[in-house]
């Protein structure tokens, strides 16, 4: 049986994600998928994600963002860079400012 690959993928949430518990969702459906990564405010009112696991568990968490929590109200959803290593675990962080 051939190994399930393993993809990691950062994206950029647009729309009212912050101040809906945006952050707090996504770590919580993250680890529901058992996937690693962070999760954290930036300066522009985006939310910036990164996702590390099965594949398949990566596209359905990309889904999921599309739709947010329940006060959140997305616009956009964007891969801006594929590749790279995380943490194990899912960690919320503090803000991006830069």
Do not use: H
């Amino acid at each position: 049986m051939a190994e399930t690959p393993i993809k990691t993928i950062m994206v950029r949430i647009e729309g009212r994600v912050q101040g809906v518990y945006y952050r707090a969702w996504t770590k919580e459906a993250a680890r529901s998928l058992g996937l690693d990564g962070t999760v954290r405010n930036c300066s522009d009112g985006s939310v910036e994600a990164v996702f590390l696991g099965p594949a398949d568990k990566v596209d359905e968490m990309l889904k999921r963002c599309a739709d947010g929590p329940p006060d959140a109200s997305v616009t956009k959803v964007t891969v801006t860079q594929e590749g790279g290593a995380v943490a194990r675990g899912f960690k919320v962080l503090g803000r991006n400012w830069s």
